[in-house]
Nanobody
Framework: QVQLVESGGGLVRTGGSLRLSCVVSRGTFSRYDMAWFRQGPGEEREFVASITLRPDSTYYEDSVKGRFTISKDNAKSTVYLQMNRLKPEDTAVYYC??????????????????WGQGTQVTVSS
């Protein structure tokens, strides 16, 4: 059974940076479309960014464009989310997700069938 484990969250001040990592195990990472979602306090889970299997096309939620970068390393079975110029409104639990049957960069959470446990990101003002 495919497993995802996120890391890299923490507390950072406005304008700071964090890099989230998501390691995929017990699966064939190179075959999956991957994505990051987030859920703020009292909010629904929302799409942040995705990266497709082939080619490595990337998609972003409008509020993070130009600040966040999604990437992956097939050799390490890891997907990353580099977050720069963080804002208080980026505070949320960030979840890594995998689409084992393909998602084609979808922004819909239902397209992804495997999820990590989440990592907390808190941005102080």
């Amino acid at each position: 059974q495919v497993q995802l484990v996120e890391s890299g969250g923490g507390l950072v001040r406005t304008g700071g940076s964090l890099r989230l990592s998501c390691v995929v195990s017990r699966g064939t990472f190179s075959r999956y479309d991957m994505a990051w979602f987030r859920q703020g306090p009292g909010e629904e889970r929302e799409f942040v960014a995705s990266i497709t299997l082939r080619p490595d096309s990337t998609y972003y939620e409008d509020s993070v464009k130009g600040r966040f970068t999604i990437s992956k390393d097939n050799a390490k079975s890891t997907v990353y989310l580099q977050m720069n110029r963080l804002k208080p409104e980026d505070t949320a639990v960030y979840y890594c997700a995998a689409a084992t049957a393909g998602a084609f960069g979808s922004r819909w959470s239902g397209a992804y069938d495997v999820w990590g446990q989440g990592t907390q990101v808190t941005v102080s003002s």
